[in-house]
């Protein structure tokens, strides 16, 4: 870059910061999970000088373009009229679609590397933690025993990823570069290297031989309770589920049966129906199930506000967001 060039884009960039507020309107910022000061710092890092409020804090709510949100109570847009979009803190928008206080205006979603890692990291957590027997090992240390069991390689060991989409193809890819044998089905037809693909109707044919199924769907109202007692009884005897998407995509009483006769060997669950999940639930007392509080992956501000800033700066000169999601399909 010539200094000349360097000179106008420290120019350009002052003159955002100057006009930020004028240029973008303000962001607010709603989440009881995510920290805002963090967020704040990290936008204002991309986009100087911009107007980032944080709920209930709002100022005159005329002034609110963009709205940067995880899971709003039923009523949160009302007040808000001059909004532009609307950018989900997460992966599943399902707590923005089909309620009636929102305007129409785009919404987004966010999908940033950090988001992919951990999502990986926790299937592929969870996936070797069956594919190596480690509950059995937990059981046995409890009984004081010394209990052998021969590992079977990797590649012998058929695991399956039901959603393939952003996520869910990254967990199937990242299964499958750490030697396992990976299959995938999904709604519609797609291609994932190093991974067996099906789609629609093949679902039982794929189902027929996984020995840890995942599920990466999203929920949306096609796909609640699509994992039903049809699809445990498809998968071979004593399979083990992992869900890492969102519980209503799962009938849960079938589950919890599944659990009980066996057919179901061990799950681990990161998401369900109701969250905190209620007190009495039977998955608490079951021995073979891992419950984990709904973390599976969050978004990392640092990664994920480039791609906020760039949504803000593309709407406001009447573009598209990134990432933009459909709400009519769910996703
Ligand atoms: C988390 O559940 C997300 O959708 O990002």
Redesign the pocket.
Same mark, same amino acid.
């Given at each position: 870059m010539t200094a000349q060039a360097a000179k106008s884009m420290t120019a350009a960039g002052s003159a955002e910061a100057n006009d930020a507020a004028k240029r973008y309107g303000a962001v607010l910022f709603f989440s009881d999970f995510d920290d805002p000061v963090t967020w704040g710092d990290a936008l204002r890092a991309n986009i100087p000088g911009l107007d980032f409020r944080v709920y209930p804090d709002v100022g005159d709510p005329a002034d609110i373009r963009h709205v940067l949100a995880w899971k709003p109570a039923p009523g949160f847009f009302e007040p808000f009229r001059n909004i532009a979009q609307v950018i989900n803190l =997460?992966? =599943?928008i399902d707590s923005l679609v089909g309620r009636d206080d929102l305007p129409d205006v785009p919404i987004s979603r966010?999908s940033d590397p950090g988001?992919i890692a951990l999502m990986r990291s926790y299937v592929l957590f969870s996936v070797i933690r069956y594919a190596r027997n480690i509950p059995e090992f937990e059981q046995a240390k409890r009984r004081r025993e010394w209990h052998y069991i021969h590992p079977r390689p990797l590649h012998q060991i058929k695991v399956g990823v039901l959603g393939l989409g952003h996520l869910g193809s990254a967990v199937a890819s990242g299964l499958a570069a750490a030697g396992f044998d990976v299959r995938g089905w999904d709604i519609a037809a797609k291609t994932i290297e190093g991974v067996r693909t099906y789609t629609g109707p093949e679902r039982d044919a794929f189902l027929s031989e996984v020995e840890i199924l995942v599920n990466m769907m999203p929920h949306t109202p096609q796909t609640e309770k699509l994992i039903d007692k049809a699809v445990f009884d498809a998968l071979p005897r004593a399979a083990k589920f992992v869900n890492a998407s969102r519980g209503p995509v799962v009938d849960e009483p079938a589950l919890v049966e599944a659990l009980r006769s066996g057919q179901i060997g061990g799950a681990t669950l990161d998401?369900f129906w109701v969250e905190p999940l209620p007190q009495d639930h039977p998955f608490w007392d079951m021995e073979n199930v891992l419950i984990t509080p709904?973390l599976a992956?969050?978004?990392v501000p640092e990664a994920a506000a480039r791609d906020v800033a760039e949504s803000i700066r593309r709407v406001s000169a009447g573009g598209e967001p990134l990432h933009r999601a459909d709400t009519r399909r769910g996703y």
């Open positions: =997460g992966a =599943g966010l988001m998401v709904h992956s969050i978004t």
